[in-house]
């Protein structure tokens, strides 16, 4: 082939090349190729907090998408490619451009959700979902009721669940003063338990999630009854209506017997027993001299017996004193009380002395009595009011007092011990006056402060007097 010939066939080569290139458009000459921008994420990768049951929107936002495909994935789980969506779960949707939405958030949607884009470097960008579940709680027993015997220990349990883990508190529930809070922990221990410890206990669980839930748990203690007697001593009279209380704690339907000097009693026409919860009252009408005595409550459980006494008497209660310990004199004292007494007092004895005290030692002086004949005031139909006023006391000491009483049914127990003090020569205000007004003063005047008050005062009037 000589020369001429291999240029021409070099030369057809070349343009059926170029013409193979230009029809299919993949020829393009480099000075002219257009300017490519990469796509890029405007969102942001964020840990969101969801509380369960709710709706959820994960933002997915890029610029200069072009042709590429965005996809949703969470692990290996393709959830949508583009605006097509691949899981079968109709939860699952796309808003907006490529927001994912999950609505009625499950507790198994925790997790992290890729927004991916499918270019050769495969980017992405990773959002962390996690589910906030309000708190359950379950009590141990699960019917809420437990019984123990007195001295014994008992264990409260409460389980609860919940996302973030809840806190447990206990409390014990009162009607009267509110719950009181016991214990932070899953279990509330009771040692050593007795009718004190018996009533409702509260577990509360909270996570922050919604509100705080509660159960109650009803404890009861099996013990021998006790009892307490609302008034040991109580005053009659003849022909008076008597009304004795006894209160059984721990077990309300444990069986009341009452006696009077150690013989059982029944009801009668003028003896009645009364059961109310767990106040058991025995009244008796009319009363008669053989009425008076000892009377004792007994009760009675399958874990034991107890035994109450109340003392039922004519002669008067003991005297109760009412006026304020401190006079407002140098020299005498108003002593003024009171006593429990249906029938009229027919004396009364009166004891007082002087206590010798100092930061060391106190040493009681001599009694000095008094009978006096009573000129009492009835405040009501079963109390008098006395006064006496007592002389010849020494200026700032200190008083013991003791009263007596009798009336037709004999003498009372003699009363406490009531302290009172008689007042300084330096004590300028009146405070037999604030006592009795209630009234405790916070400003003092003291000799000195007048003094210098005055002096000052006639220092500044001075030059006005002089010219």
């Known amino acids: 082939m000589n020369n001429y010939t291999r240029k021409y066939w070099l030369f057809s080569l070349f343009f059926l090349a170029f013409a193979i290139s230009y029809i299919d458009g993949s020829f393009i000459m480099p000075e002219n190729d257009p300017p490519t921008t990469a796509p890029k994420f405007l969102s942001r990768g964020h840990l969101y907090k969801v509380i369960v049951g709710e709706t959820i929107e994960l933002p997915c936002k890029v610029q200069n998408l072009g042709s590429f495909v965005l996809l949703w994935r969470k692990g290996s789980s393709v959830l949508t490619a583009g605006h097509l969506k691949i899981t079968r779960d109709q939860r699952f949707k796309i808003v907006g451009d490529y927001n994912l939405q999950i609505n009625g958030v499950k507790t198994q949607d925790a997790g992290d959700y890729i927004c991916q884009l499918g270019d050769q470097e495969n980017r992405d960008q990773v959002h962390t979902v996690e589910i906030l579940v309000p708190p359950t709680l ?85 013990s021998p009854p006790e009892i307490t007697v609302e008034k040991s001593w109580v005053h009659a009279a003849e022909g008076y209506d008597v009304e004795l209380v006894c209160i059984v704690h721990g077990d309300v339907n444990s069986e009341m017997l009452w006696y009077q000097n150690s013989f059982l ?89 002087r206590l010798l005290m100092n930061e060391t030692y106190q040493h009681p002086g001599k009694w000095h009595e008094y009978h006096i004949k009573p000129t009492p005031i009835r405040t009501d139909g079963s109390h008098f009011q006395m006064s006496y006023l007592v002389k010849n006391l020494e200026h700032n000491a200190v008083y013991e007092a003791i009263v007596q009483a009798k009336n037709k049914y004999g003498w009372n127990e003699i009363s406490d011990i009531h302290q009172f003090y008689t007042r300084n020569h330096d004590l300028l205000l009146d405070i037999d006056m604030e006592y009795k007004m209630g009234i405790s003063s916070n400003i003092r005047i003291s000799p000195t402060l007048f003094g210098t008050i005055l002096c000052a005062f006639m220092l500044i009037l001075y030059p006005i007097i002089s010219v």
């Open 138 to 222: 379950r009590a141990l027993p699960h019917n809420g009721q437990v019984t123990a015997r007195k001295g014994s220990t008992v264990t409260l349990e409460c389980k609860a669940s919940g996302n973030p883990v809840p806190t447990i508190f206990w409390f014990k529930k009162d009607v009267f003063s509110g719950p009181t809070h016991l214990s932070d922990s899953s279990t509330l221990i009771l040692e050593n338990v007795d009718r004190h410890h018996a009533g409702t206990y509260q577990c509360s669980a909270d996570n922050g999630v919604k509100d705080r839930v509660s159960m109650d748990i009803q404890l009861t203690i099996l």
């Open 265 to 353: 009693l029944d009801p009668t026409d003028r003896r009645s027993m009364y059961p109310r919860d767990d106040r058991y009252s025995l009244i008796i009408r009319n009363f008669q001299p053989t009425d008076f005595g000892n009377y004792s409550c007994v009760a009675d459980n399958a874990l034991g017996r107890t035994k109450k006494y109340i003392e039922v008497s004519g002669r008067p209660g003991p005297a109760d004193f009412i006026s304020p310990a401190l006079s407002g004199f140098l020299d005498h004292y108003n002593l003024t009380w009171t006593i429990e007494s249906i029938p009229p007092l027919d004396e009364i004895k009166l004891l007082y002395r």
